[in-house]
């Protein structure tokens, strides 16, 4: 019950503080608005109607991966330059519980990416995004959203030696952008692209809310890889969170990384 | 005069390592170099996805932008990082002369996004396949060098706007998107609106870019001279406006005590 309540308002608590930083409304807002308007200049006159809706949701995508890979992962060392980072590690509460609800906010925020492409194609270019399975559209929103949270999360742990995280992060950017169809078909790509492209949840969660909302296949095997690798990269988290804090306790650099 | 070369050397020497951070090379590559070759691999993809320019269009036209990544962010730090580190207020009383303040931090940025541009270039043509000819390489790189020092124009114009706004790296990210967009990096220019392409014509980038594109197609350094002369008016332009904004939101920031509250 305690942690229940700690993982909720530990949430609650950076959603609202996180929701009020300019810099972070700026990448939610910012870049899918830039990337749905190249979208749409490069793709007019080849690709309409589903195209552009699809293109939408993708660049929603984009905009949450991009918060997501730089703030998430840097998370602690944003902790540490404050320095809470010590007094969080001491904490009785287990580390995990901590770090996640701060990266699952940061991902959360994304509804505001997905809700400005959609808007803003919807009234500039008069595409309209018919949702074919409602249902199925309001449980990958916040699947598709949890699994990017618990990918940053697993980032975070594993970058808790870097004091540069959000570069380390920042170089997943692009890759992922590319390779997990969210604005590029992964047909275009190289065929050694795809496994790889399974490995990351903005994949699953992109698929699931692309079939959702055009129904093009069923959508319920992509939320079901969603929550699978929600609860994989939870683990490798946790996982990656004992070993190097262990370490850094040990030795007693956890602020000098 | 020494003086002024003092302060124009050295200070940007030691404003360039302060921007970095250098106790380890891993930074420069890490924030500069992959995301240059990453960012070209993506829009080359995108293109081809599109139907819309083949593979050399996005490589020319995103390794020759990626000079600005380092010239607007490189000079809007060296006012934010001197606010994070409590020196702007001895830097605003300093008598040194702003203009060799600044270009001492502009040269080694400069420089900075051209090598960058260059590393970007090369490691996209060699991943994507795209043929340069030889006798482009000289005209290719000097192409560059004035993009990079267009682009610190424009990064200076981004760093006296910090003396006013602490989020400077909004504004760079803001400024660098709208680049990708509208300078004929990653959309044609005449698939654009005809008031973007207008606008596209005071942009840095813009001209450099086409004069690539020119000189990768077989073009000669005599035929891009025009628009390396159009990128550097441009650049010198933005530089014009950056150094009197600096006066200006300076002198204002004195007025009205806000120096560190921006």
Known sequence: MRLARSLLVGWSLHFKQESRNPFFLYILIGTPLIYATMA??????????????AAALGTGFMGIWSLTTTAAAAA?????????????????????????????????????????????VRVLYGVSLEIDDWLAFAVAVPLGILAIGMLGFMLGAAFVRFRAAWAVGNLFEFPVWTICGLLIPIAVLPAWVEPVAWLFAPTWAMNALRDAALGASTPWDDVAM????????????????????????RRGTLALS | MTYRLRVFAIGGFLSYRALFGWLN????????????????????????????????????????????????????????????????????????????????RAAPVAANGAIVAGFAFVVGSLVLGVS???????????????TGLACTGLGIVNASLGLRWRESALLSNLILYFLLLAAGVNVPLDLLPGWLSTIAQGLPVTHGVEAARELVAGGSLADVLPLLGAELLVGLSYAALGLFLVRLFEAQARRGASLELA
């Not at chain 1, 519980?97 to 492409?117: C, E, K, N, R």
């Not at chain 2, 000079?67 to 702007?88: N, Q, S």
Request: proline share 5%.
């Open chain 1, 40 to 53: 749409y200049f490069l793709f007019r006159g080849g690709k309409q109607g589903d195209g552009l809706a």
């Open chain 1, 76 to 120: 602690l060392a944003q902790r540490r330059r404050s320095g809470l980072l010590e007094l969080l590690v001491a904490a009785p509460l287990p580390f995990w519980a901590i770090l996640a609800p701060i990266t699952i906010a940061i991902s959360a925020l994304g509804v505001y990416s997905l809700l400005t492409s959609m808007l803003y």
């Open chain 1, 226 to 249: 969603c929550a699978t690798l929600s609860v994989v990269y939870g683990v490798l988290g946790v996982l990656l969170l004992r070993f190097f804090l262990g370490a850094a306790r």
């Open chain 2, 25 to 104: 090379p891993y930074l420069f590559v890490i924030i500069l170099l992959v995301p240059s070759v990453t960012q070209i691999l993506f829009f080359a993809y995108l293109g081809r996805a599109a139907g819309v320019e083949d593979d050399t269009f996005y490589v020319v036209g995103n390794a020759v932008v990626a000079a600005a990544v380092p010239c607007l962010f490189g000079m809007a730090d060296t006012i934010t990082d001197e606010r994070y580190t409590h020196t702007l207020s001895l830097l605003v009383v300093s008598p040194a002369s702003r203009l060799a303040l600044f270009l001492g």
């Open chain 2, 132 to 146: 340069v000819p030889l006798s482009a390489l000289l005209p290719l790189a000097l192409t560059i060098l004035v």
